[in-house]
Every structure is written in C-alpha cells, then in structure tokens.
C-alpha cells in the first residue's frame, strides 16, 4: 500500500512545473543535454524533479547550496535512470557537497587519510566535490564523472553488496534473470581481469585504471565510460558495451554522433 501512495505521488511530481531557469543550468552545466531527445530531455526532467523532492542537499566546507548545485547534480544521476523503472536510489537521502576535493577518514583505518573527489556510502550519503561535479557535467565526453561514478555505485549497492552486480532484470521473475546474471558475470569478469592485466603493465584503455581495484570500482568506471566515451567503448569491448545498454536501456553512441574522440 504504502507503494502505491508513493508511486502516485511521484506522478503527480512529474506533471509539475520544470522552471526555466533549471533549464538553463542543464544547457550550461550538462554536455549531453542538447543530444538527448526531446522526449529524454522531458523524461530526465521529470526525473529531477522527484530527485530533488525526495533527496537533501548539505553543504559542507563552507559551501552554500544553490539551485544550479542541486539541478547539477541531480541531473547527472538522473541521466543513470532514462529508460528503465526509476528507484531513484532507495537507501540515499543525503547528498554532501564540498566546495572541492576534501580530506576523509578511512572507516577501516582511522590513520589513513586521503583527498577525495566523492563517495558513495550504502545506508549513508553521497559526498561530492562541487568543482568536479560541474565539470565532469559540463565536459561529457572525457570519460570522467564523479556523480556518474558515485551513482553507479548507488545502483550496484541496490540489493545490499557493492560487487559489480547490480540488480538485473526489472520486472522479471528469477528463472528469467538467470540469463543475464550469466552473460553479465561472464562479460563483466573476464573484462575486468582484462583491466587489471593492462594496468598492471601501465597500459592506457578506454576505461580508466582505478576500475581494476576491484568488480564494484569496474562497474562505476565502466559506466563512466558508457556515457562518456561510447564510441570507443563499443569498437574495444563490444559485449561490454552490449551488457550496458541492455541494463541502463539507452544508447548513448546515439547522442555522441559522429563525433571523434
């Protein structure tokens, strides 16, 4: 019951008003943008307006939270959900932003301190630097996104494990997701062993390094490239690319055109 209150709910949400001057921000601060179709310009702006309804926004470091940082956001990890039965990200329900890159603890080690660009926490927030959010919104075909790489591990924590894996299959029944639980773990292993063999000899490819630490960090770079560098992603590892598109549903060689990378 209480999900159907919920999905009306966010209907009536979507039928809302988008304010222009949020559509100013998305021409600005989106790359993509002015590729996507009109109906997925008007599908990821009904997306947005249930994100910002349902999600908080925190600023940190002495950052002060405005529209064009909440639509900013929000409009990258929306573009994560086009297509496919939107969750809009279950368990989150905090973002925090920092002006740039900020010290953090590691929870396992409490004397190892790092910089960082963002992270992304199962029952916690996401944290994010401002000034890489922008840009990785703004220039959408370096293969770089720290809220596209944060979200994807969003999806992937889903079902309760950061290993890759997300939720597969929405709408089917177990004996039909088996299928592609199959052909994604086959594709996803052996193109993840494929990383880590070529960073290991300081070989450059399409998907950046730091996706061989492990299955989840390939998943969130993989998916970076996805959206970023398609072209290329799908002439070196088209059964890659092929696993992407069937789970996020889009096509994004479609919105890069002809353009060469």
């Not at 601060?29 to 994100?51: C, K, M, P, R, T």
């Not at 926490?121 to 075909?141: C, E, H, I, M, T």
């Not at 079902?159 to 199959?182: C, F, I, S, T």
Request: glycine share 8%; net charge neutral; with cysteine.
């Amino acid at each position: 019951m209480f999900g159907v209150f919920k999905d009306r709910r966010r209907a009536k949400i979507r039928q809302g008003t988008f304010p222009a001057e949020w559509i100013g921000v998305l021409e600005t601060n989106l790359g993509i943008y002015g590729q996507l179709s009109a109906a997925d310009q008007q599908e990821l702006q009904e997306h947005i307006l249930v994100f910002l309804d349902e999600k908080r926004f925190e600023g940190c470091g002495g950052l002060e939270i405005d529209d064009e940082i909440r639509v900013t956001i929000a409009a990258q990890a929306c573009l994560l959900l086009l297509h496919r039965e939107p969750a809009y990200y279950p368990s989150l329900r905090t973002i925090l932003v920092y002006p740039s890159s900020y010290l953090a603890k590691n929870p396992y080690d409490k004397q190892d301190r790092s910089h960082r660009l963002g992270e992304s926490w199962q029952y916690g927030p996401v944290v994010l630097a401002w000034d890489s959010s922008r840009r990785g919104g703004k220039n959408a075909f370096d293969g770089c996104n720290v809220v596209l790489h944060e979200f994807a591990h969003q999806l992937d924590q889903i079902d309760g494990a950061a290993d890759g894996a997300p939720p597969l299959g929405q709408g089917e029944n177990w004996v039909g997701r088996k299928p592609m639980y199959r052909s994604w773990a086959l594709v996803f292993s052996r193109e993840f062993e494929r990383l880590r063999n070529s960073a290991a000899k300081g070989k450059k490819m399409v998907i950046d390094q730091y996706g061989a630490t492990n299955p989840a960090e390939f998943f969130a770079t993989a998916t970076e490239a996805f959206f970023e560098k398609p072209r290329q992603l799908k002439k070196k590892r088209p059964e890659l690319y092929e696993e992407l598109r069937s789970y996020y549903k889009q096509d994004p060689v479609t919105w890069h055109g002809s353009r060469d990378y």
